[in-house]
């Protein structure tokens, strides 16, 4: 990678950007990251700005759909104009530094290249674009795609769901993310120790870049962390020195979506509201497409939001879903916290900054070299009907108006004393700081096993956090206690070897186990077995929404993530469980189940995808056999009854030391590049064993 003035790296590729001043600082940074990341950049733009599908044809149309209807790129613009002028400045520059090395990286883009981008330009970055990429990244991050599909279960079942099973069926996907903060007290230094690891999309090139961010002289500052190519700043994990911090979803549902009857009044189209028919804005979108017709589309905007499903079959009456977000409401995401991120000094500092943060909701983990440890919530979220939070609520309904922001939480102080104990976990659980914000959280089984790693232990060291992290116990206590219930197959089936090799087994998700890979079979089976269900038919019903929603509208995806859950309520309707589970005995001992890692493998997913230059992408690491599972705390998450893929994992892993910060550690899924070469997937191996990188030390002189 080149490395222009301002700019060394560590063995791993990682910069460290020195500037002489914060914006200095912002330019460089993008510089940096145009000239790593430049296909990363450009296709996040163009994500933003709904021109997927004129650079990579018609695969990109139903996101491009989407994104304009939303209104995302006028979203960010919004923003962008409401922030404060030092913030406006300070992105500003990082989008002059990203037009400046743009050409650079487009150069040494194997993607760019293959779609002839020219080498010169810096494309079409604006002043809001780094705005946009962040909404990019977090539209869907939220309750929208769970909650259409609460939706989809209301019509699909009408009277025939029951409250057991729409409980059991409504629940949202776990979220697999960890974070764990120590006091001193449980130290080596006697500061604390902060650690985590965010879980994704296994995308590439990778979701989250590694930097060293330096400014020398007056304001100085020296910050590691992980950034969103894009977005300025490190938004969610860095170690400033003196203070760290790590963030968690909090599960907060802060987007609403309402149920819209629209009609048209002449050349005027009518939304009913809560004080009758008013106007609704509108406007026609041209969406190019590559070596294709362009399509036109019509985006509506109700006085709740934008229109993201206009054909919604709710009611009696045709009707449409508009979704309601804080950023578009109060036209701020909360950039202003990334400046002063960088400038934090304690866990005061922290707390101040992210005052201003808007969405996502997180959970925040973050301690000082005063030692110092504190639990945070940061983020918005809306007053309003309990409803709201659940399922697609009526426009014209004023009880579903929102009444603004919920007061936000108290930060609380990490102590060494009862609750605490000196440990702080946060693992999209459910717990007292953020329950009256969410509907459903992640069982409290990854938060309850971290807890437990930790004990009473004392002297930690980053090793030992960095441990923590990539456990591989399974939660399976709860299917295997009903296959324990159940009747034993006859003797000398292969059901029944399967059956006691199942109970024999030491519940961990190791490549190399066995039994990992009989527990994953015989899972996959029993969720087929209950889609097949006439019970469940309805799952299978058209869910009528876009395709960038059908992830969410998975029978298949819904069920393996249930599957404990219903096998518990199902007995209430009438299903013989046993019966289900000597037939999933049956249908997975047909063949000998082979180790875990032989089918749970590593399986990126770039851009390029589902498009015609879809080979051009080399993916050496693909393949990889994985420890963990979705519900282990190592969350290399599969899909049950689908694959055993690994497509969602931990897309970063980090222990930030207070004691000493050249002391911390991380590492990413691929490497420090984007493009083909040295640093492309070099810290692949690492990541998979476990394994940690140094981060590159306040020193340049100490890089060996």
Aim: charged letters at 20%.
């Amino acid at each position: 990678m080149t490395a222009p003035a301002g700019v060394t790296r560590d063995p791993w590729g990682v910069p460290t950007v020195r500037a002489g001043s914060l914006d200095d600082l912002a330019w460089a940074q993008g510089r940096v990251t145009a000239v790593d990341r430049a296909w990363q950049l450009e296709v996040e733009r163009w994500r933003s700005e709904a021109t997927l599908a004129a650079h990579v044809g018609a695969a990109g149309l139903s996101w491009d759909t989407f994104a304009a209807r939303a209104r995302l790129d006028d979203t960010a613009r919004r923003c962008h104009d409401a922030l404060d002028p030092a913030t406006r400045r300070w992105v500003a520059a990082y989008v002059a530094g990203v037009r400046e090395g743009l050409a650079e990286g487009a150069a040494r883009s194997p993607e760019l290249q293959a779609l002839g981008r020219p080498r010169g330009g810096h494309g079409g970055w604006q002043p809001w674009t780094p705005l946009g990429v962040f909404l990019v990244h977090h539209v869907l991050f939220g309750s929208l795609g769970t909650t259409v599909w609460r939706g989809h279960l209301l019509r699909s079942f009408g009277s025939r769901l029951g409250p057991d099973l729409a409980t059991a069926l409504g629940l949202g996907p776990p979220d697999g993310s960890n974070a764990v903060a120590v006091t001193g007290s449980r130290t080596a230094s006697g500061l604390p120790l902060v650690a985590g690891d965010p879980h994704r999309v296994l995308e590439r090139p990778g979701v989250y870049q590694q930097v060293h961010l330096v400014v020398d002289g007056p304001g100085a500052l020296d910050v590691v962390g992980l950034a969103f190519p894009g977005v300025p700043g490190v938004a969610h994990f860095g170690h400033t020195g003196s203070v760290a911090w790590a963030v968690t979803n909090a599960m907060a549902v802060h987007q609403d979506l309402y149920r819209e009857r629209l009609r048209r009044d002449g050349d005027r189209l009518l939304a009913l509201g809560p004080d009758g028919w008013e106007p609704a804005d509108t406007a026609t979108v041209r969406l190019a497409v590559r070596d294709g017709e362009p399509v036109t589309v019509e985006t509506v905007e109700t006085a709740r939001g934008p229109v993201v499903v206009p054909s919604w079959s709710g009611g009696a009456e045709p009707e449409a879903l508009s979704l309601r977000a804080p950023s578009r409401v109060d036209a701020a995401l909360g950039f202003e916290a990334l400046p002063r991120l960088l400038q934090a000094r304690t866990a005061r500092d922290v707390e101040a900054a992210l005052a201003s943060w808007v969405e996502p909701v997180n959970s925040v983990l973050v301690a000082d070299t005063t030692g110092d440890v504190r639990q945070l919530v940061a983020g918005r979220v809306p007053d309003r009907a309990a409803g709201n939070r659940w399922h697609p609520v009526p426009a014209w309904d004023h009880t579903h108006a929102w009444r603004g922001p919920c007061p936000p939480p108290a930060g609380l102080r990490v102590t060494d004393g009862a609750p605490w104990d000196g440990v702080a976990v946060t693992a999209n659980d459910e717990r007292p700081d953020v329950v009256p914000y969410g509907t459903v959280f992640a069982p409290p089984h990854r938060a309850a096993r971290l807890r437990a790693l930790v004990g009473d232990r004392t002297g930690l060291r980053a090793e030992d956090l960095a441990e923590l992290l990539v456990d591989t116990a399974s939660p399976a206590t709860g299917l295997l206690d009903v296959l324990r219930r159940s009747a034993a197959p006859a003797t000398g089936t292969p059901a029944a070897r399967l059956h006691a090799e199942l109970l024999s087994w030491d519940r961990r998700m190791a490549a190399d186990s066995r039994g990992a890979g009989a527990f994953t079979a015989w899972r996959s089976a029993l969720v087929r077995r209950v889609l097949d269900l006439p019970l469940l038919a309805p799952l299978h019903h058209p869910a009528g929404v876009p395709d960038v929603l059908a992830p969410w509208l998975s029978p298949v995806e819904r069920v393996g993530t249930a599957l404990e859950r219903l096998l518990d309520v199902l007995p209430r309707h009438g299903v013989d469980v046993d019966a289900l589970v000597h037939d999933a005995l049956a249908d997975a001992a047909t063949t000998p189940a082979p180790a875990w890692g032989s089918t749970h493998r590593l399986r990126t997913v770039h851009s390029l995808d589902g498009t015609g230059w879809e080979e051009t992408v080399v993916r050496p690491a693909d393949g990889l056999p994985l420890h963990g599972d979705t519900n282990c705390v190592l969350a290399t998450a599969s899909l049950p009854g689908l694959t055993d893929l690994c497509l969602r994992g931990p897309v970063a892993r980090y222990v930030w030391d207070l004691a000493d910060r050249d002391a911390s550690r991380w590492v990413v899924p691929l490497g420090a590049d984007g493009v083909p070469g040295p640093h492309a997937e070099d810290q692949t191996p690492l990541w998979a064993r476990g394994s940690l990188i140094p981060v590159p030390p306040a020193r340049p002189e100490e890089i060996p």
